[in-house]
């Protein structure tokens, strides 16, 4: 075995494990992690030599610290590919400017990559190897484990090593840690640097010192062969500084240099920052401090160079960065490929008097970093010029340029507080312009309720500061400030402002500004029953949409077009929106896919193919949550609510988990009786809505709630929550439930109007209702629908539905077409002795056969005044009482006549009557009509909440429909 693998059997069978099942279709991700010069770079070199062994495609990138651009470690695997097997990849070694959101842009190119990665290992195999993880930018480990979740069956094993992370990696990466070796370990890779086995001693010394690491391991051992090993160094530092002492000055000299250039020795560069003669670098070769590599000189160890180059005088150090930036900028100047932020870091490195280099560098690093989508590493550029930025236009601008790239990145809160620091800038400065960029950053970002008055204000008075004739701006800003206002104050007034934006952006010219106002005010109108009012918006919206040739809001203004046209039961909605998935999937971004998938789902349910629109909400959440797609579960769940009405299947019922501030909280009761009834959990559903509050449903901009409540109420809820429902949804009559922009389809309102009157009992209004949604439904395509009419509907025509019969000791009981068959009680006798004179009230004696007698008091005056006395005696007797046990003995009596006393006291202390024949009719009857009925909703829960909603108990019982019911005995 060699030396530098000894110890690391095991991990290495970890590792080719992983190689293995990679092969076979089911990608990788395995870590090596561990300390310097533990050997994660010599695992990953063995791994390597067995995957070309087997003819598997190898490549490798390794990261550094040195100024580096966003994506480095992938720029050296796309830069190893064939420029024509590229495709998409390729814009991220020559990034193009698309204008899509940032989510989008990182996802197609994280999905570009692995598409790549996915064909490039269908013949062979792929191993991808990327070292020194812990300098990788946020971004580049993003894309890594974003690779390790999608790659899915692609032949690939993603294989990295890093020393120490301040981030995690999901539970798809592998972490295999590498210790020290043992004692035995450390002999054994003594003797294969120097020759002959250590004796035992002098292993364990070297053991002790180099914690059994491999690297300190060799370079002690090397270090005795020459000297006495009572001279060893303690430290590491110590250790290599003695290895470098043995070099020659001018050897030494030039490798400090290289240090400050970067692990990858640079001859182009070197020459500039020194005399010396390059050929003195095979000294360092010979010595193992360099090594040579594909694209030319390395330090064999990353350490070797972080000694070199921390070991120069700090001003010595100063200068070469400082000469470096200069020669690395004159070379980028000159054509050559040189990322902004490896000059960047020269010049920051140099000290203040590269100030002005270091801030145009950064900057540059950042917009560079930005066009990649690294938007965290634009951020660190844009801080790091802002240090150095004082005051002006200049540090306006990288504010402006650090907000956005943390508003992508998804720091929200940070972004916050720069677009805080623009605007208190702007305010100071009296820039309006700047005032206006934080004022719309902010408001971008969704910063929202009663805190947020400085924001409100921001707004206000930017649009007041602007120039006059900027009416583009204004309106935007208006556009802003009319929906915040909508939500924190009266939306009379935000209403007026959002008007004036629209008459700014008309008077403008500028037909994408006044596309979102008409947006605006579309959305500030938005509510049941007012789909007319939006669609003459729409129209106006769509035609500047169409004129600013903006694809997004087209198809924007399609998708809402549709969604008031559906509610008004427009076939046309439906086709409009099949347009809006054609170009939605045309956007060419992954937000439009995402938009494509989830009304895609909602045309598979309003035609009736409710596993095609399950298969494509699925589809949709998995993208959603990839791109961070901030209603992603909203859209899903409101599908998941909607195709469960039509399908009752456990395959509905998901988990409700949401946030206490989240304004559908008050609904959950409600939203879980409708999944438990989608699971076919009646009783569970039943207890979920009991006590609900119907009047809470009326909330949204849509009868999404308000449909769910009554879908609920109509199945387990109560008379009173059935009425309360009803009177919710009857002004609405005529139109159909959709949600959002098309996000479900919930039916016509009629259905749910009369399924509320079937369980009710109003079966002539239940009829019409239905008949009525019935043509709805097939008016506009949704046969599905058409068919729970049609089925409902054919309930209330079957006059044999209604049966109440007793067969021997067996009763046959029919409501609307379900009948179930439950053994004799005389409950179930009682019932039908009710049902069969409606309307009428029945004395419980005459439901009981018993004739009625006179009460009389439980104990009698002279009775009481006897018991009193009595007890008087026993008092002066326990007081007398000659020891404890006859004390005992009164109180045990006194107990028990106090005991008859108070159980012959009635409510107030008035005499308890012994029980009339009419009160023991009430309590047995009621009880046995109360179990009778208990025993129905178990068996028939439709009839079961019918009949508690219309029998009456008490001294007289009877049947009340609120409609005739012809029921056969």
């Known amino acids: 075995m060699p030396e530098h693998l000894v110890g690391r059997d095991a991990v290495l069978t970890i590792a080719r494990t992983a190689l293995a099942d990679a092969l076979a279709g089911t990608a990788q991700l395995v870590l090596v992690t561990g300390e310097p010069g533990i050997g994660k770079t010599a695992v990953l070199a063995a791994l390597v030599a067995d995957a070309g062994e087997r003819g598997v495609a190898v490549l490798r990138a390794t990261c550094w610290d040195g100024g580096v651009p966003a994506y480095w470690p992938w720029i050296q695997i796309l830069r ?30 994280c999905d570009a990559v692995a598409g790549l990665l996915s064909r490039l290992s269908r013949d062979s195999g792929l191993v991808v190897v990327l070292d020194d993880l812990q300098w990788a930018d946020e971004a580049s480990l993003q894309m890594l484990e974003f690779l390790a979740h999608h790659l899915g069956q692609a032949r690939v094993l993603l294989l990295g090593a890093y020393r120490e992370l301040e981030r995690g990696f999901s539970g798809k990466a592998q972490i295999v840690p590498l210790r020290g070796l043992a004692a035995d370990e450390v002999s054994a890779v003594m003797t294969a640097v120097a020759g002959p086995s250590p004796d035992a001693e002098l292993a364990a010394r070297v053991w002790r010192r180099s914690g059994g690491n491999p690297l300190f391991v060799r370079e002690l051992t090397r270090l005795m062969q020459v000297g006495p090993a009572d001279a060893v160094p303690e430290t590491v530092r110590e250790i290599l500084l003695s290895r470098l002492a043995r070099l020659s000055q001018p050897c030494a000299d030039l490798l400090a240099a290289a240090a400050v250039c970067g692990l990858v020795v640079r001859p182009e560069l070197l020459a500039r920052l020194t005399d010396a003669d390059l050929d003195v670098l095979e000294e360092a070769v010979a010595a193992r401090v360099l090594t040579r590599a594909a694209d030319g000189l390395r330090f064999s160890h990353d350490l070797y160079r972080e000694t070199l180059r921390d070991g120069l005088p700090a001003g010595r150090r100063a200068a070469l960065h400082l000469t470096a930036g200069h020669v690395l900028a004159d070379l980028r100047d000159a054509g050559a490929a040189v990322p902004a932020s490896e000059v960047a870091a020269h ?30 590493d634009a951020a660190a550029h844009y801080r790091a010029a802002l240090d150095l930025a004082v005051a002006g236009r200049e540090r306006r601008d990288l504010l402006v340029a650090l907000a956005e790239s943390l508003g992508h990145a998804g720091a929200t809160s940070a972004a916050q507080a720069a677009y805080r620091d623009l605007a208190e800038l702007a305010e100071r400065t009296g820039d309006p312009f700047a005032l206006a960029s934080a004022a719309l950053g902010l408001h971008g970002l969704g910063f929202r309720g009663v805190a947020d008055a400085t924001h409100l204000r921001l707004l206000s008075d930017a649009a007041a500061q602007v120039p006059r004739d900027a009416l583009a701006l204004r309106s935007q800003l208006l556009t802003a400030l009319g929906r915040d206002l909508s939500i924190t104050q009266s939306p009379g007034r935000a209403s007026a402002i959002v008007r004036e934006a629209r008459a700014l952006a008309a008077e403008s010219g500028d037909a994408q500004t006044l596309a979102r106002a008409l947006l605006a005010q579309h959305d500030l109108v938005w509510r049941p029953g007012g789909a007319l009012e939006r669609l003459e918006i729409l129209a106006d919206m769509a035609e500047a949409a169409d004129r600013a040739q903006d694809p997004d809001l087209v198809a924007q203004a399609a998708l809402l077009r549709a969604a008031a046209l559906i509610e008004l039961g427009e076939p046309e909605g439906v086709a409009l929106l099949h347009t809006y998935v054609q170009l939605s999937e045309g956007l060419g971004h992954a937000r439009g896919r995402w938009g494509a998938l989830s009304r895609h789902a909602t045309l598979a349910a309003i035609a009736g193919r409710l596993g095609e629109a399950r298969s494509f909400a699925d589809s949709a959440l998995k993208l959603g949550l990839m791109i961070g797609q901030p209603d992603v579960f909203a859209v899903h769940a409101t599908l998941g609510l909607s195709v469960g009405v039509l399908d009752p299947s456990a395959e509905s019922v998901q988990d409700l988990d949401v946030d206490p501030s989240d304004p559908v909280t008050p609904m959950l009761p409600v939203l879980r009786a409708a999944l438990s009834l989608s699971a076919g959990a009646t009783d569970k559903a039943r207890a979920e809505f009991a006590g609900f509050a119907v009047p809470a449903a009326q909330m949204g901009y849509h009868l999404e709630m308000q449909a769910i409540t009554a879908f609920v109420a109509a199945a387990v809820g109560s008379a009173e929550q059935r009425e309360q429902a009803y009177a919710l949804l009857a002004d609405y009559a005529g139109t159909h439930v959709v949600v959002g922009g098309c996000a479900s389809y919930t039916g016509a309102v009629d259905h749910h109007l009369g399924m509320l009157c079937a369980a009710l009992g109003r079966r002539t209004e239940a009829v019409a209702r239905l008949e009525a949604a019935l043509a709805q439904h097939e008016r506009l395509g949704a046969p599905a629908w058409a068919e729970l009419d049609r089925a409902e509907l054919a309930k209330l025509a079957d006059v044999t539905a209604f049966v109440f019969r007793r067969d021997g000791r067996v009763w046959t009981l029919g409501f609307h077409g379900q009948e179930v068959h439950l053994p004799h009680t005389k409950g179930l006798a009682d019932l039908a002795v009710l049902l069969a004179k409606p309307g009428s009230d029945i004395p419980a004696l005459e439901l009981l056969g018993a004739p009625a007698t006179t009460a009389a008091p439980v104990l009698d005056d002279q009775a009481r005044r006897a018991y009193r006395a009595r007890i008087t005696q026993l008092d002066t007797a326990i007081a007398e009482a000659a020891d404890e046990a006859e004390a005992e003995r009164h109180q045990a009596e006194r107990a028990e006549l106090v005991h008859e006393i108070t159980a012959a006291a009635g409510l107030g202390g008035r005499t308890r009557q012994l029980g009339s024949d009419a009160e023991r009719a009430r309590k047995a009857v009621s009880a046995r009509i109360r179990d009778a009925l208990d025993q129905i909703l178990q068996a028939h829960p439709e009839l079961g909440v019918h009949l508690r909603g219309t029998v009456r108990t008490g001294t007289y019982c009877g049947y009340h429909p609120s409609e005739p019911i012809h029921w056969r005995f």
């Open 80 to 109: 190893a590919v064939p420029p024509d097997s590229l495709g998409a990849a390729g814009e991220l070694l020559e990034p193009v400017a698309r204008g899509e959101e940032a989510a989008d842009a990182r996802f197609r190119l």
């Open 347 to 376: 010049f920051l490195a140099a000290g203040p008097d590269a100030a002005p280099e270091a801030i145009r560098y950064s900057a540059l690093a950042g917009r560079e970093a930005a066009a990649r989508t690294a938007h965290d």
